[in-house]
């Protein structure tokens, strides 16, 4: 009774504390922000003619542009590539195979994203760059990108594979179902909501990911016109310009900073809205 | 409960305790406003100061070159921050240099270029000039790469070559003189600029990159030193008077052997102090 009751308040207190760092930061963001917010209207955020901080342009939607770009282009990427692995991991692999195969993908998730962002500065980039210059392009953030949202979604959606009950399996080939058939027609249904999770996780390192993508993308704030145009995304925004920045600037980036919170923000609220209508 | 309060007592005690033996300490106190590129570096050195001498409690503020004069001039700042030289209307303040800020342009060792002018550079970061064969180089379009707004290196480099940054096309926008260098050794046909320290000491452990002369002049440390490269500025400590007591001191280690590594991280150039 006694640890019921303890348990029951110290998760209240761990829930109290998420919530309450989760507000904070939304708060943060607004009161660092509100200098810029309280002087210039928000429309101009769209409307100014680009990005030139110190010359008082605050176009954000170039970076907003890139960052979605960036984003669904490695989403495109990686969740065929990303469910292709796992099922293989899960129903086709010898098992002599499967194992070494997994350890690999894990080994992928824990690279950091600096060695990522290294490895295609110095090789990706100017492997780019004697396809089309300047090689630094949305085509390298999307590919660096793919390579690091690769093993979260594999290794999800290996675990939401792996969690289908035997019985479903037995039951699908019993009834004489082919492989693919139980796979499409049994197992991705049961799987499904572990799979769309896993996804939008991906979807939300990629959105945040500043640091290898500052690296190869070229950070030139414009609409892109084609894979080869360098971009620059919100997060990399951030990181290029706060050590310097002051006054406006500096306000400006925390607008930036926000925009990114809310982007994630609809993200998640786009999944909960998935799994609702799973269940409904 | 008695426990309790009895405990916060005490802990309300040490603290007023140590704040008070603190502030009684720290009754030696210097004020530093000004330019946002000296800024960085000073603070650097004045933790250093701090360490060495406990009494001391400096305070670095930003707010521009033209900031650190006025306050220095009405007295609201002992030393003032100045990132350029003073101007002739300025000759009643004591500038002393701590460091100096150079950039040189840089292109890849494969590059033929080894010279290019004022007007030639001008003209390439703002897209009239597009082809290495335009200024004498091979058949291949120049990528042009510009440093991120609020840079030091950016403001001096729009500054010399009378440019707005929205005026430069750029391909690649960079961060720190690292990422900077990474990237013209990963493209051949790129140009860009980065401060001169950071481009030699790369040269020197054999990054593929090489130092353009700017108007005939070759960018290195040493014509930086004589004063002969013209793009580059002396980053000034400035007071109103002759320095005396607690500035004296300062402004003498801010220009002393020891800070040099701090100058150097910078990626600045120490000054000759004879």
Same mark, same amino acid.
């Given at each position: ?20 760092? !989760? ?35 605050? +176009? ?7 960052t979605l ?17 796992a099922l293989f991991?899960?129903? #086709?692999?010898?098992? #002599?195979?499967a ?8 080994l992928l ?15 990706l980039?100017?492997?780019?760059n ?14 660096v ?9 594999t ?6 594979? +792996? ?13 004489g179902?082919?492989r693919?058939?139980m ?35 070229? +950070?030139?704030?414009?609409?892109p ?35 990114? !919170?809310?982007?994630v ?10 799994? +609702?209508?799973?269940?409904? | ?19 008070f ?8 106190? &210097? /004020? ?5 590129t ?12 701090e ?18 004069i ?15 030289a ?36 001008a ?5 009239? /000039? ?25 403001? &001096?480099?729009?500054?010399?070559f009378?440019l707005r ?15 900077g ?86 990626y ?5 102090v004879d």
């Amino acid at each position: 009774m006694l640890i019921d009751t303890l348990t029951r308040w110290l998760l209240r207190a761990g829930a109290i504390v998420s919530a309450l760092v !989760m507000l904070l930061i939304l708060a943060f963001l607004l009161i660092e922000s509100w200098p810029v917010l309280d002087q210039i209207t928000p429309t101009r955020f769209f409307t100014d003619t680009s990005w030139h901080p110190m010359e008082g342009a605050y +176009n954000l939607m170039p970076m907003l542009s890139g960052t979605l770009l960036a984003s669904v282009g490695a989403l495109l990427l990686a969740i065929p590539l990303g469910i292709a692995s796992a099922l293989f991991i899960v129903f #086709y692999a010898p098992i #002599y195979f499967a194992l070494p195969y997994k350890r690999l993908i894990e080994l992928l998730a824990g690279i950091p994203s600096v060695v990522f962002g290294f490895w295609g500065l110095t090789t990706l980039v100017p492997l780019i760059n004697q396809l089309h210059p300047p090689g630094a392009s949305l085509l390298a953030a999307i590919l660096v990108l793919t390579l690091m949202i690769l093993p979260t979604i594999t290794l999800t959606a290996y675990a939401a594979l +792996n969690a289908v009950p035997k019985e479903y399996l037995h039951g699908a080939a019993a009834l004489g179902l082919s492989r693919w058939g139980m796979i499409y027609g049994v197992v991705f249904p049961a799987a499904r909501s572990g799979i769309v999770a896993g996804i939008i996780l991906a979807a939300g390192r990629a959105i945040g990911e500043t640091m290898a993508v500052l690296m190869v993308a070229g +950070n030139v704030v414009q609409h892109p016109e084609g894979l080869f145009d360098p971009i620059r995304t919100l997060a990399a925004n951030i990181a290029l310009e706060m050590a310097y920045a002051m006054g406006d600037h500096r306000a400006v980036l925390f607008v930036s900073g926000l925009l990114l !919170m809310l982007l994630v923000m609809l993200l998640s609220a786009m999944a909960g809205k998935m799994e +609702n209508n799973q269940y409904a | 409960m008695s426990k309790n309060s009895l405990f916060i007592g005490l802990l309300c005690f040490a603290i007023s305790s140590s704040w008070f033996s603190g502030a009684n300490a720290a009754s030696q106190r &210097l /004020i530093l406003t000004g330019s946002s590129t000296v800024a960085p570096l000073v603070g650097e050195i004045a933790r250093q100061y701090e360490s060495m001498h406990p009494g001391v409690r400096i305070d670095v503020q930003t707010g521009g070159s033209s900031r650190g004069i006025n306050d220095t001039r009405n007295g609201v700042a002992d030393i003032g921050m100045v990132s350029r030289a003073l101007k002739p209307t300025e000759k009643d303040l004591q500038a002393f240099a701590i460091a100096l800020d150079g950039i040189s342009m840089i292109v890849h060792a494969n590059n033929p270029i080894t010279a290019l002018s004022k007007q030639q550079i001008a003209d390439i970061f703002t897209g009239k /000039i597009i082809n290495w064969k335009t200024v004498g180089g091979v058949d291949a379009r120049i990528t042009v790469v510009n440093k991120a707004e609020g840079r030091s290196t950016l403001e &001096l480099f729009l500054q010399y070559f009378q440019l707005r940054n929205s005026q430069i096309k750029p391909h690649i926008i960079i961060g720190d003189n690292p990422q900077g260098i990474k990237t013209i050794t990963g493209n051949p046909h790129a140009i860009g600029y980065v401060s001169i320290g950071a481009a030699e000491y790369e040269t020197k452990r054999g990054a593929p990159i090489r130092l353009l002369a700017l108007d005939g002049i070759d960018a290195s440390i040493e014509n930086l030193h004589t004063g002969v490269f013209p793009l580059s500025r002396p980053l000034n400590l400035v007071t109103a008077k002759i320095p005396r007591g607690l500035t004296q001191s300062f402004i003498i280690f801010a220009r002393s052997q020891q800070v040099r590594p701090l100058v150097k991280a910078q990626y600045f150039v120490p000054v000759r102090v004879d």
